[in-house]
Each structure stands twice: as C-alpha cells, then as structure tokens.
C-alpha cells in the first residue's frame, strides 16, 4: 500500500529575504481564511498549551505572514517544533475530511512542518533544543557508518538469515534502545514457522534527519529499498509504526513505487493468527486498553489488527477507545523525536493526560504497538506516579504464545 | 451547476480545469482518497452517535400544550 497526497510547490525552499511563492500564499491563505477551527480543537499540543500559534490554523498563518511581510524568518524559530506530526488536524480539517477527495486539495500540515523546519534549519534558524535533536541525528549517522555486526547485534542467538521473501526491517532505535520489540516479533514469527530474513546493514531512517537534511535521508530511503531488493523481499514487515508511515507515504514519492509489499507486524501477527498458525497457551488475565501509535491510527488509518489481536488474547478483558476518538491522543514523542527532545514538558503533559484517559477505563496496562510510545508512556508513568503499566503488544502475544516476554 | 458529473477512483470529483485559478488540485493517488473518504465516514458516524446521546428531547403535547397557554 501506498498512500501519496503530496503538494509539489511546497519543495521550493522558504528563504530570508526571498519571496515565498504564489502557490504557497494561497495555500497558507486557505487554511487562515478558515474559521472552522477543528483542526485546534483535538490537537494535543493545543490542549496543553492552549497556544493557537501552535496549531495548524497557526503554523499557515505564520507561512502566511511571512509571505505578506509581517513576520520574519528569525521569529519562527519556536514555531513550528510544537508540532507532534500526528495528523489529526489534517483528519479533521473540513478541507481534508468533507473536499479533500473532491478537490484532490487538502490540508498537509504534516509536510508543511517538516518542510519549514528543513527550511529553518538550512537558514540557520534553529529552535531551543536543538542540540539535543542534533545528538540523535549524529548517534544514528555514527551507526550507519558503523559495522553491520552492531546494527544486527540484537538478532544474535535468533539465528535469521539475511536473504528471503520476508524481511523484518528493523531501525536503529528498535535495534539499540527497545531491542525487545524486534526480538519478540522474531520470535513470535518464528515459532509460526514463517521464515524470515533481516538487513545486514539497514540504513538511516530516522524522521529527526528527514527535517533536517534531506538529500541524506533520500539517500538512506535508496539504501534501504536497493538492499531489502537485494535480499529478495516479496513482503517487508516494519515493527516500528514511524517508518511504517515512512514506507508507506515518504519513501514512494522519492524512489517510486516499492518493488515489494510494505506490512506492518501487527496486520501480520493478526493474519497469523486468523490463519491458525498462532496458538495462545497461556492466560493474559490483565485489563488492558490500547494506545493506536499516530503514525497507524492518523497517517495510514490502520487501526484494526491490534484490536483484533487483542480481541484473541486469552484471559485479556480489554476496554479501548475507537480509533477517532484517539485522533485527539499521543504520547507526547510526536512522529518524529524532536519533539520531546525539544520540549520535553510539553511531551510529559500530553502523555500524563494519555495516561489519564487510560486511568478513566479501568485499564491496568496500556499496550502499545510503537516503541516510542513505550519510551514515552514508560517516563511520564514514572515521572507521574500514574499506576499504569505501559507494555508492547508483541511482548503480551508472545507470552500468550508460551514463548516468554523477551 | 456542473455539466458533467465526474467520478474518479470511485468517488465524485471535481473536474481538474476548474482548480486552475486559485489553487490546483495536487499529488493524491487511489489510496490517499480512499483514506479521505473512510476517516470522514467514521468521523461522520462517531459524530452522530455523540449527538444521538445529546440531543436534547423536545417538548412533549403536554408542556407543549401548557406553553401556549
């Protein structure tokens, strides 16, 4: 699957001194002549700060008046870092929702984000905090010129081949910091009886570079899809839902259309199990609710597997939300991570109020589909003394499975 | 009044010559519309159920009838 709705103009860099096109006046002038406002009204950032500049209705009209003079590129170093990346203002902007299929015209806060903030950082602007955004990209740059051995280093003892139809692809942050996603997902899929390779080398995915540099990050997305070709992929399985999106809707307006089928684990653990060929033996006796990731729920709409997933655990007594009204939820680590880098209060206050939401079911455990949702809910449970436990799903399936939490 | 109806991908759509003016139509393959069209649908049916659950009962004969005296 590939989802491509993309606005050509808006890879015109926005510079100091230099006019913004016509194009993009009356594109930002669309959104600010709105008076609709939905696209505030459940935007987590919104909630807490309760600052419009900081929503989509916001971030077009500051583009807007830039383009009319009465603002400068100086002054829009805060602005456009307090956004999550989420979507749920392009989903519930009447733009999108009610015309967008009609006008093939929509509203793309999402690119209109990432490209001023590539365009901010090319003029030098940069927002407080950015350091720290910096440190995630050089880590992840210092890997991908690293040796395969470490980027692999997860997968010792699993014994995976590096060639076969079905790759699961694994980033740098699951394969460093969450490691135990990727070694369950092996693990469940291999107790299945499905075989399945991994990438020797993957290369940089990650979305801080995506707004910062370009070309490099077009040049990982080549990388990455000549390898997965290479190593004769029919079906490449994504356990972390950012570079699901990123396949999903990035990667083909850059290399085209993949040359193999993007899944994301969830949709295949779910097939598995609906095909028999994944068997619970143990009890799951939790009350549990799901978190949908933004990058599944609001950018690919893909919310249906984890439900059913769940619906299948043994023992589990689950009470979740349905998809919209999770379009006005994150956990505060937005899409891409220079969110919570950059203003990791704004990031605690949006997954405290998650948390909360969790809380008011009745839930005992909060599962998560996203490695950085658990990162995040697992810091503001802490930090918050909210008694939620925040666990991945794929850890809950595999000790169903009797194949123990990794 | 349109003097064609167009349907593309499956749903109505406007014809492209018109979005020449103002702003142009962009980018957007099969996959992107269907997702436009099944969010607004399920938007669409949340919101009326929240509003099923809110709406307000009318006045019934009674006090309709006590109003106006």
Known sequence: MEILSYK???SDPVKKESPISDELTKDCYAVFACRHKFCREWCPVYVEERNESYSSYGMHTSVLALAKGQANLDEMSQEFIHCLECGQCELKCPNTMFAGDFYKYSTTTVDLVRKMRRDLYAEGIK???FEDVQKVIDEHQMYD???????TSWAEGLDLPR????????????????REVPIAAAKILKAAKVNISILDHPAITTGELYETNLEAWIEGAKRNVKALQEAGAKTVILVNPHEYSYFVKEYPRYVGTLPFEVVFITDFVNDLIKA?????????????????PCSLNKLCGNFQAPREIIAALPGAVAEIEEPVIQWKYCCGNGVSSAFRKALPDVAYKVSTTRLRHANDVGAE????????CKDMFTEAKVKAGINIEPVHILEVVAEAMGIGRS | MAENVIIK????????????DY????????AAVNKIVKDRLMYLDWMHRQGANRILKGFDEEELHGKLD
């Open chain 2, 9 to 20: 991908y499956g749903h109505f759509s406007v014809e492209p010559w018109r979005m020449q």
């Open chain 1, 163 to 178: 060639k076969g139809e079905n790759v699961l692809f694994v980033d740098y942050y699951n394969a460093f910091q969450t």
């Open chain 1, 276 to 292: 028999g060929k994944i068997s619970f033996t143990e009890e799951y006796n939790k009350k549990v609710t799901f978190h949908d």
């Open chain 1, 8 to 10: 050509q103009f808006y």
């Open chain 1, 145 to 151: 010129q690293g040796p395969d051995a470490d980027l």
């Open chain 1, 365 to 372: 455990v909060l599962l998560v589909a996203c490695p950085h």
């Open chain 2, 23 to 30: 702003v142009k139509q962009h980018d957007m393959n099969e």
């Open chain 1, 127 to 129: 927002y407080e905090g």
